[in-house]
């Protein structure tokens, strides 16, 4: 399993980001992609998920209304929408399969300041 996350930055409170993650080494089409987060001195956290049809999505309490996350599998990618953005959103973002496997990617960090 190999994934590669992009589409991080800084931005503002209520702003927007849209983050990308490719995958490889592994059929794709067979395995539900998580959307997981972690912020400095905290544990990693499941965020979202999506299963392989890319129809049931799932999310934490407090990104719902607000993160979509949705898959494009002739891609090989997985992407998560975050909008109204907040400062608590801020994180390293990881993807995964469902269930994880053993192999993180480098991550994309988020920075919500103003």
């Known amino acids: 399993v190999q994934v590669v996350e992009s589409g991080g930055g800084l931005v503002q409170p209520g702003g927007s980001l849209r983050l990308s993650c490719v995958a490889s080494g592994f059929d794709f089409r067979a395995y539900g992609m998580t959307w997981y987060r972690q912020s400095p001195g905290k544990e990693r956290e499941w965020v979202a998920s999506?299963?392989?049809?890319?129809?049931?999505?799932d999310y934490k309490d407090s990104v719902k209304c607000r993160f979509s996350i949705s898959r494009d599998n002739s891609k090989k990618t997985v992407y998560l929408q975050m909008n109204s953005l907040k400062p608590e959103d801020a994180a390293v973002y990881y993807c995964?399969?469902?269930?994880?496997?053993?192999?993180w990617g480098q991550g994309t960090q988020v920075t919500v300041s103003s």
């Open positions: 999506v299963d392989t049809s890319g129809l049931r999505r």
């Open positions: 995964n399969t469902r269930p994880a496997s053993d192999s």
